[in-house]
C-alpha cells in the first residue's frame, strides 16, 4: 500500500492549517485546536487499539500525566522540552503498566485501563499534597495561543503521520495480526508482548505530548480537570464512529464530532454526555457494519465454518 | 491489638461489599461475556434510592432495599433489553460480544452518571443511619456498619445457596460450563441472561444501598467498585460466586491494612498491586486448584 | 538417523487436576516423517501446545535442536523453526492468501534461511501448495479444504525445519485425505522439513508414515514402525477398549 499519498496529504493539510492563528478569531482558534487535539488523540488510539483489539481507556491518564509535566516544567523548561517530556513520561507509564495488564485478555485491560485514570489521579493528588503542598497548580507562564496552537498542530500531524506509517509497515502488520488471532501471530514468529507494550507506548506518547501541548489553555489545573475521563471517552467515540480500523475516519470524525460537542456542551452542560452516551451505544448497537474493521476479525475460538462472504478491509 | 481488630473490622465491612459488587458482575461476565464497565453506576442508583427512600418516606434503609433489589432487578431487564440482547444475538463470536458490550457499557457509564448529576446534583448527600456506636469483643464498632457487613455477607451467601441448590442456579452453572450442553437439555438462554444480567445489577443496587447507611454518596462513587470488583473476580476466579466473597473478603483485609500503613490515597494502587501479583502469580485465582 | 530437532522429554501438562499429557518422551531427527494417534482426549492436540511453545509444559523439557526451550513463548520457537497448524485453520481472514502467507516471511522466517527454493517467497509456497491461482482471494472467502492448505502455508512462511500437523484431513473426502497425504510426503521428501503429523484418519497415515507414536489417556503407548505399532495390543485396547486377540489393526 502506498504510503506517500496519504502522508502527502497530512503534511498538505498541516501546512494548510498552519496559518489559522492569523487568520481566525480566538474563539474559532479554540475551536480548531479542539479539532486537532480529538484528531491526534483518536489517531494514535486507533493506530493502537483499532488494530489490536486491546480497548484502551487510559487515554485520560496519558493524557493528564502530559499536562501535570507542563504543570511542573513550563516555567522551568523550554516549550518543546515540555511538551516531549509530557509525551516521554506517558509513554515510560504506559510501557510499565502494560508490561503487566498486557497480559490479560481484552475485557480486563480495558476495565483496567479505565481504572488507570482513577489511579493515576489518586496518586498525583497524593503527591502533589505530600510533596509539593498543593492541590492545584497555576500555569502562570504559557507560550502565546499562536505557539499553543501549532504545538498541537504538530503534534497531530505528526500522531496522524505516524500512524499512517505504522499501518503500511512491518509494525503496524504485527498489531493488525495480534487483532486478528494473537495465539496464531505468535506462532508465526511475533513477538506479542513487546509489540503490544511498544504500541502502546507509542499510542500513549501521543495522548502525553497532545495533554503538555493543551494544558496551558487552562491558567490553573488540577487533578480531576486534567483527568477528566470524558476525554478517553470522547477519542474512543470517535475512532470509533470513523472507523477505528482506518486513519482517515478517526480524524474526519474528529472534526465533526469536536464541532458537534462544543455545540452541545453549550446549550447543555450535563446532558450533553447522555447524548454522547445514547450516541455511542446506538453506534455499536446498529451500526456494527460501519465499525467492522474493528469487530469483524476472527476470534480465537470460532468454531464455526467460515462463511464465503468477502472479508472487509 | 484493638488496632489490629479494628482494622481487620473495617477491612471485612469494605470486603463485604466488594464481594456483593463482584458477583454481581461474576454472573454477568461469567455467563455473558458481558463486561458491563457500568457495573458501579447501578450501585451508585442503589444508595441514592435508599437515601430518597430514608429522606423522602422515612423508610429504613435495611426495610427498603428488598424494593431497592427489586427496582434495579426491573431497570436491569430494561437494560438488558434495549442495550444488551442485541450483542448477544447479532454478534459474530465471544471477542466480539465483549468488545461491544463494553462499549455499550461504557456509554451506559456516562448516561447513568450524568443522569444523575442532571437529577440530583453533584454535591454529597448523606444521611444518619443507626450511626450509634456499639462494643463488641473489646473494640467500638458503628452498629451501621456491623449491619451493613451482616446484610453483605447475607446476599452474598444467598446468592451462593441459590446458584448451588436451586434449579435456577445450576441452570447458570450450567450454562456457564457448556451453552450448548445447557441449550441442548432445554434451558432457555433468552431468558436465563436477563434474569441473570438483572440479579447482577440488583446486587450492585443493594450494595450500594448499604453503602448509603455508611458513606456519604455522590453521582461519582459507583466508578471505582467497577474495577475493584474486576480486581476481586481475579482473585477467587472467574465463574466462582464463592472466590468472589473470599477474594473481596481478602481483597478488603488488605486494602485497609494497606491505607493504614501508606496513606489512603493509595488505595487504588494497592489494589492495582494485588491484581498484578495474582496475574503473575496464579493467573487462575487464588483458590483455584 | 540424522540430527535430533525436536525432543520432548517427560513433558507434562496439566491443567489443575487433569493431566492432559502425562511424562512422554518424543524425538523427531531429521528428515523423519512421525505420526502420532490416539483416542479423543488422549493429549495429542495438548502436545503439540507443548512442542510448540504455546503451552508451557508444568514438567519436563523442551529441547528444540539442542537448546532447552521449555518455558519460552511460541515466538521463540518459531525462531527455532518450529512451525505448526491447528485443528481448526486459523487463518487471518480479512487478509489475502497471499498476505497470510507473507506474515510467516515476515515474521519468524525473516532471519531464517530458506532450506529450500519453494520457502523463498510465498509465490513459491502458494504454488507449491496449489494455491497460486488464489493469491489475491480474502482468505476468509476460501473453502475450508483450502484453508487447511493456507494453514499449511503459512506455516511454511516461517521457514521451518519442523512442521507440526494437527489433523490437517479433518472432514475432508477420502480423495481429499489421500491428496493430503500425498502432499505431506512432498513436504518432508522435497523440502527436507521433518514432519509430525496428528491424524485421526488412522489408514491413511498410517500408509503415508515410517513412525507412529500412539498417545491414550495423555501418555504415550507405543512408538515405533507403523506396521508393528498397528499390532500392538495395548494400542488396539485403546481404541477398541477391551481386549481383543490378535486383531488385524486399529479401526
Not at chain 1, 156 to 184: C, K, T, W
Not at chain 1, 263 to 283: D, N, T
Not at chain 3, 99 to 111: H, K, P
Not at chain 3, 161 to 166: A, C, E, G, K, Q
Amino acid at each position: 500500500m502506498s504510503r506517500r499519498a496519504p502522508l502527502a496529504l497530512v503534511l498538505g493539510a498541516g501546512a494548510v492549517l498552519a496559518p489559522m492563528p492569523w487568520l481566525l478569531s480566538d474563539f474559532l482558534l479554540s475551536l480548531a485546536l479542539s479539532c486537532l487535539m480529538y484528531a491526534g488523540l483518536a489517531a494514535s488510539w486507533a493506530m493502537f487499539s483499532g488494530a489490536t483489539n486491546y480497548l484502551s481507556l487510559a487515554t485520560a491518564a496519558f493524557f493528564g500525566l502530559g499536562a501535570y509535566v507542563t504543570a511542573w516544567g513550563v516555567a522551568a523548561l523550554p516549550w518543546p522540552a515540555v511538551v516531549a517530556g509530557g509525551g516521554l513520561v506517558a509513554a515510560a507509564f504506559a510501557a510499565l503498566v502494560g508490561a503487566a495488564i498486557l497480559r490479560v485478555r481484552g475485557a480486563y485491560f480495558a476495565v483496567l485501563t479505565f481504572g488507570l485514570g482513577e489511579l493515576v489521579r489518586h496518586a498525583v493528588t497524593y503527591g502533589e499534597k505530600r510533596y509539593a503542598g498543593t492541590v492545584g497548580r497555576v500555569l502562570a507562564t504559557a507560550p502565546s495561543p499562536a505557539t499553543v496552537y501549532l504545538t498541537v498542530l504538530l503534534i497531530a500531524v505528526a500522531a496522524v503521520g505516524v500512524a499512517v506509517l505504522v499501518r503500511g509497515s512491518r509494525f503496524g502488520r504485527a498489531l493488525a495480526g495480534i487483532g486478528a488471532d494473537e495465539e496464531r501471530a505468535e506462532t508465526l514468529g511475533v513477538d506479542t508482548r513487546r509489540v503490544k507494550v511498544a504500541g502502546f507506548a507509542l499510542s500513549a506518547f501521543f495522548a502525553g505530548a497532545l495533554g503538555a501541548g493543551v494544558a496551558v489553555r487552562w491558567t490553573y489545573i488540577d487533578p480531576p480537570a486534567v483527568f477528566n475521563p470524558f476525554i478517553g471517552f470522547q477519542t474512543v467515540l470517535i475512532a470509533m464512529v470513523g472507523g477505528a480500523g482506518t486513519v482517515g475516519g478517526p480524524v474526519a470524525s474528529a472534526v465533526v464530532f469536536s464541532l458537534f460537542t462544543e455545540f452541545l456542551r453549550l446549550r447543555f452542560p450535563y446532558a450533553y454526555l447522555i447524548v454522547l452516551g445514547v450516541l455511542l451505544i446506538a453506534l455499536v448497537l446498529y451500526l456494527p457494519g460501519g465499525i467492522a474493521s474493528l469487530w469483524e476479525r476472527p476470534g480465537r475460538r470460532r468454531a464455526e465454518a467460515p462463511s464465503a462472504e468477502a472479508a472487509g478491509g | 491489638m484493638s488496632l489490629w481488630l479494628d482494622l481487620a473490622a473495617g477491612g471485612l465491612i469494605t470486603g463485604g461489599i466488594y464481594a456483593v459488587v463482584a458477583i454481581g458482575l461474576n454472573l454477568q461476565y461469567g455467563l455473558m461475556r458481558i463486561m458491563n464497565i457500568s457495573h458501579g453506576e447501578f450501585l451508585m442508583v442503589g444508595a441514592y434510592l435508599a437515601y430518597f427512600a430514608y429522606t423522602g418516606l422515612g423508610l429504613n434503609p435495611l426495610l427498603a432495599l428488598p424494593g431497592i433489589a427489586g427496582t434495579l432487578f426491573l431497570l436491569g431487564l430494561l437494560v438488558y433489553r434495549l442495550c444488551f440482547r442485541r450483542i448477544v444475538r447479532t454478534a459474530p463470536g465471544v471477542e466480539a460480544i465483549e468488545a461491544r458490550s463494553l462499549l455499550v457499557g461504557f456509554g451506559l457509564l456516562f448516561i447513568v452518571q450524568n443522569a444523575a448529576f442532571v437529577a440530583w446534583g453533584a454535591d454529597l448527600r448523606g444521611y444518619e443511619f443507626l450511626a450509634v456506636p456499639v462494643d463488641l469483643a473489646g473494640a467500638r464498632f458503628g452498629a451501621n456498619r456491623l449491619v451493613v457487613f451482616a446484610f453483605a455477607l447475607a446476599a452474598s451467601l444467598l446468592l451462593l445457596v441459590v446458584l448451588r441448590f436451586t434449579l435456577l442456579g445450576k441452570a447458570v452453572r450450567a450454562v456457564m460450563q457448556s451453552p450448548t450442553g445447557a441449550h441442548l437439555v432445554g434451558i432457555d438462554t433468552a431468558v436465563l441472561h436477563p434474569v441473570v444480567f438483572s440479579v447482577g445489577l440488583a446486587l450492585a443496587g443493594v450494595a450500594g444501598a448499604l453503602l448509603s447507611m455508611v458513606y456519604e454518596i455522590s453521582p461519582s462513587m459507583g466508578e471505582p467498585y467497577t474495577v475493584t470488583a474486576l480486581i476481586v473476580i481475579t482473585l477467587g476466579g472467574l465463574g466462582s460466586a464463592l472466590g468472589s466473597l473470599l477474594g473481596g473478603l481478602l481483597l478488603g483485609l488488605v486494602e485497609t491494612f494497606g491505607m493504614h500503613f501508606t496513606s489512603p490515597s493509595l488505595k487504588m494502587l494497592l489494589s492495582y498491586g494485588v491484581f498484578v501479583a495474582v496475574l503473575l502469580l496464579r493467573p487462575r485465582g487464588l483458590f483455584a486448584r | 538417523m540424522g540430527e535430533v530437532l525436536l525432543a520432548a522429554q517427560a513433558v507434562t501438562v496439566r491443567f489443575g487436576g487433569l493431566v492432559a499429557v502425562d511424562g512422554v518422551d518424543l524425538e523427531l531427527a531429521e528428515g523423519e516423517l512421525v505420526g502420532i494417534i490416539g483416542p479423543n482426549g488422549a493429549g495429542k492436540t495438548t502436545l503439540f501446545h507443548a512442542l510448540s511453545g504455546v503451552l508451557a509444559p508444568t514438567a519436563g523439557r523442551l529441547v528444540v535442536q539442542g537448546r532447552d526451550l521449555s518455558g519460552r513463548p511460541a515466538h521463540v520457537f518459531a525462531a527455532h523453526g518450529i512451525a505448526r497448524t491447528f485443528q481448526t485453520p486459523r487463518v487471518f481472514r480479512a487478509m489475502s492468501v497471499d498476505d497470510n502467507v507473507r506474515f510467516g516471511l515476515e515474521f519468524a522466517g525473516r532471519r531464517r534461511q530458506a532450506t529450500h527454493g519453494a520457502l523463498g517467497s510465498s509465490r513459491a509456497i502458494l504454488d507449491f501448495l496449489g494455491l497460486g491461482e488464489l493469491a489475491e482471494v480474502a482468505a476468509g472467502g476460501l473453502t475450508p479444504a483450502r484453508q487447511r492448505l493456507l494453514e499449511i502455508g503459512m506455516a511454511l512462511g516461517t521457514r521451518p525445519r519442523v512442521l507440526l500437523l494437527d489433523e490437517v484431513a479433518a472432514g475432508l473426502s477420502e480423495a481429499e485425505v489421500e491428496a493430503t497425504a500425498s502432499l505431506i510426503r512432498r513436504v518432508r521428501d522435497e523440502l527436507g522439513l521433518s514432519v509430525v503429523w496428528i491424524e485421526h484418519a488412522v489408514r491413511a497415515l498410517m500408509r503415508c508414515v515410517e513412525r507412529v507414536a500412539v498417545l491414550h489417556q495423555g501418555r504415550k503407548i507405543a512408538d515405533g514402525l507403523a506396521a508393528e505399532v498397528a499390532r500392538d495390543r495395548a494400542v488396539v485396547e485403546a481404541y477398541l477398549g477391551r481386549e481383543v486377540p490378535a486383531a488385524p489393526g486399529p479401526a
